[in-house]
């Protein structure tokens, strides 16, 4: 009877030791709900769509009549840059506010302003988006996106020498892409993805530029 009760005893012990290890290794692999991410990014921007003028005016041909020109009449490809603060919750849902800069490489040889004077021409935006992460990150190594962005910045035409010229305008841009966890904590509370950082532009109004945009960024996400 004795023999059997000490065993018992050990079988409750070894039980006990083993519910506590699972709570241990399941507190060790647990992610926090929300997590915070930063993300610096980077790419391409390729211009679509027809238009009338810069924002110092309406396109005029030879007879000083105005004329529409379709984007790749006039622009070729060039870059953008920006960074983004969000949060992600339940490692599906990113809501993100960010800057962005998109250069304008406008074919100098087809739009001449008065003088011929050279310029740069660019756009600053603020941008407000939502992705869906397909899977979450919070168990996986890599999960495709779909979201929807909204902008709000200024078109700016800088001639070398003279006061520049902007416009507010705004934009509505779709979202796509995916995240590739590059590094990860022991617990999975913070961790590195190499994340595309693509959407193709839908609407915008007044001179403001539509784009497709394909990018990288580098995001990290952390526990608040």
């Known amino acids: 009877m004795f023999r059997i009760s000490k065993l018992f005893i050990l079988v409750l012990v070894a039980g006990a030791l083993a519910l506590l290890s699972v709570e241990n290794v399941s507190a060790i692999t647990r992610t926090a709900r929300k997590l ?17 003028g810069l924002v110092n005016g309406p396109f005029l041909d030879d007879t000083n009549s105005p004329i529409s020109l379709d984007a790749n009449q006039w622009l070729d490809n060039s870059f953008f840059l920006g960074l983004s603060y969000g949060a992600l919750y339940g490692g ?24 011929g004077i050279d310029y740069s021409y660019y756009q600053l935006d603020l941008d407000v988006g939502y992705k869906y992460l397909l899977t979450s990150l919070n168990n996986s190594t890599f999960s495709p996106h779909i979201g929807a962005s909204a902008s709000a910045g200024f078109t700016t035409l800088n001639p070398k020498g003279f006061q ?21 904590s022991a617990d999975n509370s ?16 007044n001179s403001r530029i539509k784009n497709l945009n394909l990018g990288l960024g580098i995001r990290y996400y952390f526990r608040p």
């Open 36 to 52: 915070n991410m930063v993300e610096f990014f980077g790419g391409i921007n390729t211009p679509h769509g027809e238009y009338d």
């Open 92 to 115: 599906n849902s990113l809501f993100q506010i960010g800057i962005r800069y998109s250069d304008y490489n406008v074919d100098r040889s087809v739009i001449i302003i008065e003088g």
């Open 164 to 184: 520049s010229e902007s416009e507010l305008n705004i934009g509505f841009s779709l979202e796509f892409g995916g995240d590739l966890k590059i590094w990860s």
């Open 190 to 205: 913070n961790f590195l993805t190499l994340a595309s950082a693509n959407n193709y532009n839908l609407l915008s109004s």
